[in-house]
T-cell receptor, first 113, second 110 residues
Framework: GAVVSQHPSWVICKSGTSVKIECRSL??????MFWYRQFPKQSLMLMAT?????????EQGVEKDKFLINHASLTLSTLTVTSAHPEDSSFYICSAGSNTEAFFGQGTRLTVV | QKEVEQDPGPLSVPEGAIVSLNCTYS??????FMWYRQYSRKGPELLMYTYSSGNKEDGRFTAQVDKSSKYISLFIRDSQPSDSATYLC??????????FGAGTTVTVRA
């Protein structure tokens, strides 16, 4: 199947700093990518839909100024967690593909200390 | 009411047993039904998808959809310890957004 690469796989940052997570589709072009957040022992919660060349669409309750999404090319979307706080610590996962074959990145574990 | 309901388990079975997982959903507009497997600290991996009522088989895995009852199932035959993971059901309309169940943690005991 298609490959979606996510980087970094884990990151620790200090409270108040910003962290950027990259999501790349390696062997296909993705006009749309999705960003999810997953807390321990919970399901994936869709945060936003990233659209190439246009603004991202955020789900209700997700702060667009805190979670900045940029989809500058057909193979790369980035999620920047700005002014991170300990409550932002979570597992962030991106996906790309069709509605019947969504391929997920390996996830990024963010710990804010 | 959540769009997708899934019993989080955990579920523990002996090696060789049949694993039975299921989800219910609330909106009949959902058209596509998927099962993902997720190992600890990894992204989900697509196992199967279906779009019509009935059964779909792929090796040891069988996905079952009953649209009239809004009920989907995944069966794993001859389960192996390597099948130990969290299994998530996911459903979507035709808008690329996936709604996930809570995930069921399965342990297959050797």
């Amino acid at each position: 199947g298609a490959v979606v690469s996510q980087h970094p796989s884990w990151v620790i940052c200090k409270s108040g700093t910003s962290v950027k997570i990259e999501c790349r589709s390696l062997d296909f072009q993705a006009t749309t990518m999705f960003w999810y957040r997953q807390f321990p022992k919970q399901s994936l919660m869709l945060m936003a839909t990233s659209n190439e060349g246009s603004k991202a669409t955020y789900e209700q309750g997700v702060e667009k100024d805190k979670f900045l999404i940029n989809h500058a090319s057909l193979t790369l979307s980035t999620l920047t967690v700005t002014s991170a706080h300990p409550e932002d610590s979570s597992f962030y996962i991106c996906s790309a593909g069709s509605n019947t074959e969504a391929f997920f990145g390996q996830g990024t574990r963010l710990t804010v200390v | 009411q959540k769009e997708v309901e899934q019993d989080p388990g955990p579920l523990s079975v002996p090696e060789g047993a049949i694993v039975s997982l299921n989800c219910t959903y609330s909106n009949s507009a959902f058209q596509y039904f998927m099962w993902y497997r997720q190992y600890s600290r990894k992204g989900p991996e697509l196992l199967m998808y279906t779009y019509s009522s009935g059964n779909k088989e792929d090796g040891r895995f069988t996905a079952q959809v009953d649209k009239s009852s809004k009920y989907i199932s995944l069966f794993i035959r001859d389960s192996q310890p390597s099948d130990s993971a969290t299994y998530l059901c996911a459903i979507t309309r035709n808008d690329y957004k996936l709604s996930f169940g809570a995930g069921t943690t399965v342990t297959v005991r050797a």
